[in-house]
């Protein structure tokens, strides 16, 4: 199992927080990024502010809307350590 590296938590942030800083980043309103990604305004409201729990296939939707990878909204603030010999 020598392919896999330890991953590290670098910050402390929740994954409603990741996709909130990323929907601000990008000047979406709640309103706009529930649309795209196509989830009810409630449901992302209560994701963002951490009453609700991320799911993967949120995470998929909100991925696609944000451009992102889903492992950036539902794993924020993980490195993987990077190999010196890659």
């Keep these: 199992m020598n392919e896999f590296r330890p991953a590290t938590r670098s910050i402390e942030i929740s ?3 990741s ?3 990323l929907r601000e980043l990008q000047e979406l309103t709640q309103e706009e990024l529930a649309t795209r990604a196509g989830l009810p305004l409630a449901a992302l409201v209560e994701i963002e502010s951490d009453r609700s729990a991320l799911d993967i296939e949120q995470a998929k939707s909100l991925a696609r809307a944000l451009k992102c990878h889903p492992g950036a909204l539902a794993f924020p ?3 993987v350590e990077q190999d010196s010999a890659a």
């Design 77 to 79: 603030g993980w490195n």
């Design 15 to 17: 994954p409603g927080e």
């Design 19 to 21: 996709v909130r800083i």
